[in-house]
């Protein structure tokens, strides 16, 4: 009845079971809450899940994976997280359906450490890549474990690759650790895996959103000599940075001399130049920017709407 989607037939089935005096088994509850994961009914799914020992069936290993997918599936992150750590406690562990699921949310990773004593045995078995657990520990804001990994991950051979540093480098950024993402950087720097335009973005980035524009500044134009070619991404970046701090005329410097380096300003980089001037109120700036993008077959996004109408109010 759950495989052809006649849940409320599958429903009424499995409550007759108790008014004929019998005992669902924990092959039967896995079936029904599945069935009522897959609708969409996780309240529902939980409710019945949560009655199994009240009932006299104590959850196994199955159950729990499949409710666990269930919420997965649905996005409950939350929910799932709680669940895998009660899974954990009890000693189940994720079937491969499970696993294969939170490879979407690398965050989950953490809850799933404790089924494995030895890293190396979860990173085989599972096929988990050390970039996926190292970025779910970030996430998890997890650092001191992440870095752990990171460093068990040298001690073991295996040779840390660009997306690697990227995926630290974020994570320090993120949490405020800029001393260190650039002294990480500099070690890159130094070793055979050169910092390319995401290393760099990356930590452009980080050191706008805290106010350290002139390091920002600084690595921005250690792209040219380092014989790398920011991309609309980094130049987007840069000019918010600029724009944010209120030096206008340099952002537009750099704007204009995006062409001049092969890089085509695209839509994205004409809203943020744009929202720059109209939060500034260089309304005539923001004027001449806005019909260009159009001329260009741009659009102006949510944002640049939102700045545009409160100063025209």
Known sequence: MCRAGRLTDAKELFSRLFEKG??????????????????????????????MEECGCLPNGCCYNVIIQGFLRHKDIPEATLLIDEMVDKGFSADATTFELVKE?????????????????????????????????????RPGIALEVFKNMCSHGQQPDKVTFSIILD???????LDEALTLFKAMEKSRLKPDCVSFTILIDGMCKAGRLNDAKELFFRHFEKGLQPNVYTYSTIIKGLCKEGLLDEAYKVFRGMEKSGCVPNGCCYNVIIQGFLRHEDVAKATQLIDEMVDKGFSADATTFECNTFIAQ
């Open 171 to 177: 994570g320090l950024c993120k949490q405020g650790y």
């Open 22 to 51: 019998l005992q669902p088994d924990v092959y039967t509850y896995s079936i029904i809450i599945k069935g009522l994961c897959n609708e969409g009914l996780l309240d529902e799914a939980y409710k019945v899940f949560r009655g």
């Open 105 to 141: 949310f690398p965050i989950l990773f953490c809850g799933l450490l404790a089924l494995v004593q030895d890293l190396a045995v979860l990173l085989q078995r599972y096929f988990v890549t050390y970039n996926t657990l190292i970025k779910g520990l970030w996430e998890a804001r």
